[in-house]
């Protein structure tokens, strides 16, 4: 059976160049990712950090959830990062389209157990998202409450990425009116 994680169907969109791949884990902050179960797939959406000193996808969840009791080491693992950008019109409305950049990535599940190495990945989220907030402001978690969250770290193994930019058949483009916010 091909490996179809070098199965690009768009070619024409392929971004292989490693400053590419990593600027967009670096400008993305959320993520979907799916594991294979008995039942069914199982996709999940979170927040990641991208490690670029260990090549690695960082994310976290409840031990409550179902994904708790699926997502753990060992275990293939596909994610998705994307960010869209502008729609735009063309002569046929079979050419509108959207301007994306995407990275998919690749590897196995390596669920974190020891707390120091679980805080240290947690660390890396805080100072990603979070280092504009004075320390002093808030209290820091301790291994009792960081105990119900799952740090898990994905070593990339495959990555590929695609990008689509406006086309030069494009009429006129614009970005559309959502609320990034909830």
């Given at each position: 059976m091909p490996d179809k994680r070098n199965n690009i169907r768009r070619s024409?969109?392929?971004?292989s160049e490693i400053e590419f791949l990593e600027f967009v884990l670096e400008n993305t902050i959320s993520c979907t990712i799916a594991v294979h179960t008995e039942e069914f797939p199982l996709i999940h959406s979170t927040f990641f950090v991208y490690d670029k000193e260990q090549n690695e996808i960082i994310f976290h969840l409840s031990k409550h959830g179902f994904?708790?009791?699926e997502i753990v080491s060992g275990k293939k693992i596909a994610i998705s990062i994307y960010k869209y950008g502008k729609l735009y019109t063309a002569q046929k409305a079979v050419d509108f389209g959207c301007e994306y950049q995407s990275v998919i990535v690749y590897g196995v599940i390596n669920r974190i157990e020891e707390e120091t190495e679980k805080r240290a990945a947690m660390e890396l989220f805080f100072n990603r998202f979070f280092s504009h907030i004075p320390t002093e402001s808030y209290q820091e978690f301790s291994n009792v409450e960081a105990h119900p969250i799952f740090v898990v770290?994905?070593?990339i193994d495959q990555w590929f990425g695609k990008q689509h930019l406006v086309p030069e058949?494009?009429?006129e483009s614009f970005y559309p009116e959502v609320k990034p916010v909830i």
């Open positions: 024409d969109r392929a971004e994904g708790g009791s770290k994905v070593a058949k494009a009429i």
